[in-house]
């Protein structure tokens, strides 16, 4: 059991360009999320979603987009890179809402964009 | 909205003494969970401790307590007996059932003195 894995760890982009944050959990959880962490400012929602085929924008969602084609997979994209964007993305799973669920954390990934 | 506050951005405590994090949110919901999760250097994301909002019972796992006033909307974290191991970053986070978005507080940073 992986639980939820990310990729790449560290990734450095030059502003403009895109990318893809790879997330996959193996626990068959109808819910993901992405996340932000800036210093001081907690962990800030960007999208989530609570099923194959279907995504939702959390607090932060502007200059991001999201699928989810499958359980196990949701994938975070950078459309077009800006400075702003440096941070530490999480990206977590967790059965749905309603059991009340703790969450399950990715490792992180840092990104910088210069 | 829902909001999670945690006051105290930064702690430090002696080690072996006893250290009580605070946390309040405000939520007009009756039914809703909240968790303690830990953060250290290596930057994973570890639940320390889940509360349910109709359990009148203060949730605890060993060294860790909490202190759950439901009318005061306030839910604290105790750390008995301080290691050197509990120095990390602790987020207080809130879910509902009916709701799909988590919400975390901003974090307090704890620094343990040998």
């Known amino acids: 059991n992986a639980g939820v894995t990310q990729t790449p760890k560290f990734q450095v982009l030059k502003t403009g360009q895109s990318m893809t944050l790879q997330c996959a959990q193996d626990m068959n959880h109808e819910y993901m999320s992405w996340y932000r962490q800036d210093p001081g400012m907690g962990l800030r929602l960007i999208h989530y979603s609570v099923g194959a085929g279907i995504t939702d924008q959390g607090e932060v969602p502007n200059g991001y987009n999201v699928s989810r084609s499958t359980t196990e997979d949701f994938p975070l994209r950078l459309l077009s890179a800006a400075p702003s964007q440096t941070s530490v993305y999480f990206c977590?799973?967790?059965?749905?809402?309603?059991?009340?669920?703790?969450?399950?954390f990715g490792p992180g990934t840092r990104l910088t964009v210069t | 909205a829902q909001t999670v506050t945690q006051s105290q951005p930064e702690m430090s405590v002696q080690e072996a003494e006893t250290v009580t994090l605070s946390c309040t949110y405000d939520t007009s919901e009756s039914d809703y969970y909240l968790f303690w999760y830990k953060q250290p250097p290596s930057r994973q994301m570890i639940l320390v401790i889940r509360?349910?909002?109709?359990?009148?019972q203060n949730a605890t796992e060993n060294r860790f307590s909490v202190n759950f006033q439901k009318a005061a909307k306030s839910f604290s974290l105790k750390i008995s007996d301080s290691q050197l191991g509990d120095a990390a970053m602790y987020f207080c986070?809130?879910?509902?059932?009916?709701?799909?978005?988590?919400?975390f507080g901003k974090g307090t940073r704890l620094h343990i003195l040998p």
């Open positions: 986070a809130y879910r509902t059932g009916g709701d799909d978005k988590i919400i």
């Open positions: 509360q349910e909002a109709y359990k009148q």
């Open positions: 977590a799973s967790s059965y749905a809402p309603s059991t009340g669920s703790r969450q399950y």
